[in-house]
């Protein structure tokens, strides 16, 4: 089956400065990549995600860029924000069904003022 | 919008008890999940629904089971509570976007087993 590796498990940026969280998969014909944010007490919402025919994808602050090749994929915030400190998580689904949507480790932002 | 409810944030029940966790979806969805989160291991699926009566493992089932009686409700079953299970459970349920799915997640359940 899919298995999905997230790092950092931890992330520390100074408020302004852009943060950067990577994704590897295993499974070749995964075709779906979600990323989803979690603040504390919270449950876990989408906030972007991409296809595997796209390369990179935008909304506001954020970005996700796909490497088929290499088979990883990545969650790029710019102009941080306090608001922003969460655990992120990155996901992989060979289908496109959340039946078979698998979910890195998570990743811990903080983000300091 | 799409809601998915939980029947309780906050539980917590002495080992060897039955528990059971609701979840609750309004959007007539066929599709209902259940996993488990622990720090450092993100997201595991423990069972998922794709109809009335219907249900079929995730990844981590043991030590659990599921109920689907009505298409609106999904329930999370420990047979027998033991301390391993402390954790936090969320339930979801995934529209489909374009063709895709993607989870929208219940408040979740944080169980105490002691």
């Known amino acids: 089956g899919e298995n999905v590796e997230q790092h950092p498990s931890t992330l520390s940026v100074q408020e302004g400065d852009s943060a950067v969280i990577k994704c590897t998969y295993s499974?070749?014909?995964?075709?779906?990549f979600p990323w989803y944010k979690q603040e504390l007490g919270k449950r876990p919402q989408l906030i972007i995600d991409?296809?595997?025919?796209?390369g990179e994808k935008k909304d506001q602050r954020i970005a996700v860029t796909l490497n088929k090749t290499a088979k990883h994929f990545s969650l790029h915030i710019t102009e941080t924000q306090p608001e922003d400190s969460a655990v992120y998580f990155c996901?992989?689904?060979?289908?496109?069904?959340?039946?078979?949507?698998?979910f890195g480790s998570g990743t811990q932002l903080t983000v300091l003022p | 919008d799409v809601k998915v409810t939980q029947s309780s944030r906050y539980l917590v029940k002495r080992t060897g008890e039955k528990v059971f966790l609701e979840c609750v979806q309004d959007?007539?969805?066929?599709?209902m999940f259940w996993y488990r989160q622990d720090p450092g291991l993100g997201l595991r699926l423990i069972y998922f629904?794709?109809?009335?009566?219907?249900?079929e493992k995730g990844d981590i089932p043991e030590g659990y089971s599921v109920s689907r009686e009505k298409k609106e409700r999904f329930s999370l079953i420990l047979e027998s509570a033991s301390t391993n299970q402390t954790s936090m459970y969320l339930c979801?349920?995934?529209?489909?976007?374009?063709?895709?799915?993607?989870?929208?997640f219940g408040p979740g359940t944080r169980l105490l087993v002691l």
């Open positions: 629904s794709y109809d009335v009566k219907m249900k």
């Open positions: 996901a992989a689904s060979p289908s496109g069904s959340a039946r078979q949507l698998t």
């Open positions: 959007m007539d969805h066929e599709n």
């Open positions: 499974d070749s014909a995964s075709n779906y």
């Open positions: 991409i296809r595997s025919n796209v």
């Open positions: 979801a349920s995934p529209p489909t976007t374009g063709g895709f799915e993607t989870q929208y």
